[in-house]
């Protein structure tokens, strides 16, 4: 009986390793059937212009489940396998969609996190493409999702993209402004550190270290643990399949970005 427990769990556990991705077939793949040829080759089209005029690459890969994986997992594993954006840069992304667990995500890469922080790309998500989702209407979705990141993008690049984008520019996030988890966040931290200078000055020597050197000490810590799960993750999704087909520039994700089930 517990060999047979044994043996079951190495199968599932060897499943879950072992579990081949998505065949990389240009900038969209369309595994889940959901874009028509027309929208296919619009999508094309823009971010091929896109990567011209910024050399930012963007994926579009949509399938039917990630299971036995979550949206995440996957999503990093197949990041790191297509190797999306250019090396050294990491400017890439992964608009990514599984329709049967109802579930949306854009991933970032390193070069991109500082104009597409995972709140901003969370706006975009609520903005433009689960409103389309939620009808139905998933070329749509796709479509104004893909753009909104691209204007981003080329924004910041300094340069313009040919074409009537399906979405207002007016409307996309602004970058000042902050998303409420991080607020809270920030209230937290420094009522933690409160607490904890008061307890320095209890002890023998700790008034005598500067109040921001224990700020910066739990800033890093921060930073450090709000990749984390995905930090020491980001490492795994990398070793998952080094050296595999590849497809794009050799960019790498830290796991930036937003995801959202509609």
Not at 14 to 28: C, D, T
Not at 35 to 47: D, F, G, I, N, V
Not at 93 to 100: C, K, Q, R
Not at 163 to 177: F, S, Y
Request: aromatic letters at 10%; a positive charge; proline letters at 4%.
């Amino acid at each position: 009986m517990i060999q047979r427990t044994l043996a079951l769990l190495l199968f599932v556990s060897w499943g879950v390793l072992a579990q081949e991705i998505p065949a990389f077939q240009g900038y969209v793949s369309d595994y889940a059937g959901i874009l028509s040829p027309q929208m296919q080759k619009k999508l094309a089209t823009l971010l091929q212009e896109l990567e011209q005029k910024t050399t930012a690459q963007i994926a579009v890969l949509t399938v039917k489940t990630t299971q036995p994986l979550d949206d995440f997992q996957y999503a990093v594993k197949v990041f790191d396998s297509w190797k999306i954006g250019q090396k050294g840069k990491d400017n890439g992304a992964l608009f990514f969609v599984a329709t049967e667990d109802r579930r949306v995500r854009i991933l970032t890469g390193y070069g991109l996190e500082g104009i597409l922080p995972d709140g901003k790309v969370g706006a975009i998500l609520d903005e433009f493409v689960l409103p389309e989702f939620r009808a139905g209407r998933f070329d749509a979705g796709v479509y104004k999702g893909v753009w909104a990141v691209a204007l981003v993008i080329a924004k910041d690049a300094g340069v313009e993209l040919t074409g009537e984008a399906p979405i207002d520019p007016d409307r996309l996030p602004r970058d000042d402004v902050a998303p409420i988890s991080l607020i809270i966040a920030l209230i937290v931290i420094f009522f933690i550190a409160s607490l904890i200078m008061r307890s320095a000055r209890r002890s023998r020597g700790a008034s005598s270290i500067p109040w921001w050197v224990w700020m910066a000490g739990m800033g890093a810590g921060s930073r450090r643990s709000s990749r984390g799960g995905l930090g020491s993750f980001g490492s795994f999704g990398g070793g998952f399949s080094r050296g595999g087909f590849g497809g794009f520039g050799g960019g790498r994700t830290g796991g930036g970005g937003a995801g959202r089930g509609w």
